[in-house]
């Protein structure tokens, strides 16, 4: 294929160095298998033939031993995730993506395969590029440019270095709302199982259950179910951490056996809104959330929680 006239003109990173001879890593065996010469023209492979099939004509090199420069210094000698690192006659940190040169250099026996960080197990194959920079969340890795080069690194410190951007994985957008939500009013929690229901009869304080026991894991997402303001975040005995919010109907919905708040008394919020987060503290045998709906912040004015939702059209 010829060359276009336009093509963009690439620097060759820094950190490149010959390839040695021998080296047993798989684009190498590929070129001699071929009757090639190792470090002579090769075949794009792997992540090569996805970085130009992704971003057109470019110029790639394979990397091989170098430097450390202007990278901190390894935890310690061998594979760290993304390299080799061993130290040289003069005592320096070098690092190198092939095996060969660091069986070679340190004298490390046998072996063709990447070692993970750990020092079990084997590499099968590179992640592959999809034409986006940042975090690759099905190869668990960072992609980033380089001198018209993509590379991609498991390393949180590298990609901010050599980004200056946060390294940290996007999470995923939360809903606003759990399914089942309806003009503004939503169901306190998602992915949940009914427990205690209301007027349940037992051992409670009233002779029967006062409100409705939503059995989700610790630490799930509690949304206020409508908009309103908080009257009380703390904790509160038998509940636990709680939080009492009145709704602009007058009526007033709490959130017990919370492991964690996330708001506080005055504040105003909204429909869908997180306030909280699941858990077990208080009088519990196991984390749910335990909702109530009241005609007062207080205990013992509870009124039929699901009734009171589904009357605003929340499907529970």
Request: proline share 9%; with cysteine; glycine share 14%.
């Amino acid at each position: 294929m010829q060359p276009l006239d336009d093509a963009p003109e690439f620097d060759v990173p820094a950190f490149t160095d010959d390839i040695p001879a021998g080296c047993a890593c798989a684009g190498c065996v590929d070129t001699a298998r071929a009757g090639r010469t190792p470090g002579g023209p090769r075949p794009l492979h792997g992540v090569r033939r996805a970085v130009v099939a992704t971003m057109g004509v470019v110029a790639l090199t394979g990397a091989g031993a170098g430097p450390a420069a202007a990278e901190p210094a390894p935890a310690h000698a061998g594979w760290d995730g993304s390299r080799y690192w061993f130290r040289n006659a003069a005592g320096g940190w070098r690092w190198t993506s092939h095996h060969a040169t660091y069986a070679q250099r340190t004298g490390t026996p046998g072996g063709t395969g990447r070692q993970t960080a750990t020092g079990g197990g084997e590499r099968t194959r590179e992640p592959v590029f999809h034409g986006r920079r940042g975090w690759d969340r099905e190869s668990r890795v960072y992609w980033y440019p380089s001198r018209g080069h993509w590379y991609w690194t498991s390393h949180a410190w590298k990609y901010e270095q050599r980004t200056g951007l946060p390294a940290h994985p996007p999470e995923p957008a939360a809903p606003t709302a759990p399914s089942g939500s309806s003009r503004g009013w939503t169901a306190p929690v998602s992915s949940y199982v009914f427990t205690g229901y209301y007027r349940q009869p037992g051992s409670w304080s009233k002779g029967y259950h006062t409100g409705q026991d939503f059995a989700v894991p610790s630490g799930t997402t509690v949304r206020a179910v409508g908009p309103g303001r908080v009257v009380t975040a703390g904790y509160n005995r038998s509940y636990g951490y709680e939080v009492v919010i009145r709704h602009p109907d007058g009526r007033h919905t709490q959130y017990a056996h919370l492991s964690r708040i996330d708001v506080s008394p005055g504040q105003s919020v909204s429909g869908g809104q997180r306030i909280a987060r699941s858990g077990a503290t208080g009088r519990v045998t196991g984390p749910h959330l335990h909702f109530e709906v009241r005609t007062t912040p207080y205990f013992g004015s509870d009124v039929d929680p699901l009734a009171y939702l589904r009357g605003r059209g929340v499907s529970v």
